[in-house]
């Protein structure tokens, strides 16, 4: 099975400061033959399901604000929130589904 | 637009069997570049993967190793569904469960999610 390893647990950071999670696949998730990382990022709020952010490692979901990125490739990835708002206020998952089983990160509690 | 509508009950003896069936809009659970998985999610597990079903000439499932003696996910091409049956069912697979499509061929889409109870 990959390990999806987030980091941090949790962050503060301060409105309109930036935030970054890091995100490492134990095995790569790349698949050659499309040169596309198999990475989704998802944010989740109290109550709701987890909502796509990110897929393919870095193609932002339609709606969602540029502020929020997702970079990297093979093992290693990072969701970036350029300037972070209040309603960013959330946990953050990555999702590798490139093989199965698919499997999470532990999640990154993002606070102010 | 594809949508997935889940439906079932929320609440499970335990020794039962919960079962959960996942609608979909605007797809075909039958799509030769589709699957359709089951994850769940509960405080001390995390997000958790159970398996999928999904069509390439045959049908195919796969589940999760956790799981693989209780699941049985079925699709259901006459109302365009799929559906999660897990057997035996104990306190620890209470968790809020979610139907997903999940596949190398477009963005994931996630059902709205059931919360499920196992007490009695």
């Known amino acids: 099975d990959i390990v999806m390893t987030q980091s941090p647990d949790s962050l503060a950071v301060s409105l309109g400061e930036r935030a970054t999670i890091n995100c490492k696949s134990s095995?790569?998730?790349?698949?050659?033959?499309?040169?596309?990382?198999?990475l989704a990022w998802y944010q989740q709020k109290p109550g709701q399901p987890p909502k796509l952010l990110i897929y393919?490692?870095?193609t932002r979901e339609s709606g969602v604000p540029d502020r929020l990125s997702g970079s990297g490739s093979g093992t290693d990835f990072t969701l970036t929130i350029s300037s972070l708002q209040a309603e960013d206020v959330a946990v953050y998952y990555c999702?590798?589904?490139?093989?199965?089983?698919?499997?999470f990160g532990g999640g990154t509690k993002v606070e102010i | 637009q594809v949508q997935l509508q889940q439906s079932g009950p929320g609440l499970v003896k335990p020794s039962q069997t919960l079962s959960l069936t996942c609608a979909i809009s605007?797809?075909?659970?039958?799509?030769?570049?589709?699957?359709w998985n089951w994850i769940r999610q509960s405080p001390s597990r995390g997000l958790e993967w159970l398996g999928r079903?999904?069509?390439?000439?045959?049908?195919?499932?796969e589940y999760a190793a956790s799981v693989k003696s209780r699941i049985t996910i079925n699709p259901d091409t006459s109302k365009n569904q799929f559906s999660l049956q897990l057997n035996s069912v104990t306190p620890e697979d209470t968790a809020v469960y979610y139907c997903?499509?999940?596949?190398?061929?477009?963005?994931?889409?996630w059902g709205q999610g059931t919360l499920v109870t196992v007490s009695s």
């Open positions: 997903a499509r999940v596949d190398y061929s477009t963005s994931p889409l």
């Open positions: 605007g797809d075909s659970v039958s799509s030769n570049s589709a699957a």
């Open positions: 079903t999904y069509y390439k000439s045959k049908w195919y499932n």
């Open positions: 095995q790569s998730v790349l698949h050659s033959s499309n040169n596309k990382n198999y």
């Open positions: 393919w490692a870095s």
């Open positions: 999702h590798q589904y490139y093989s199965t089983p698919q499997t």
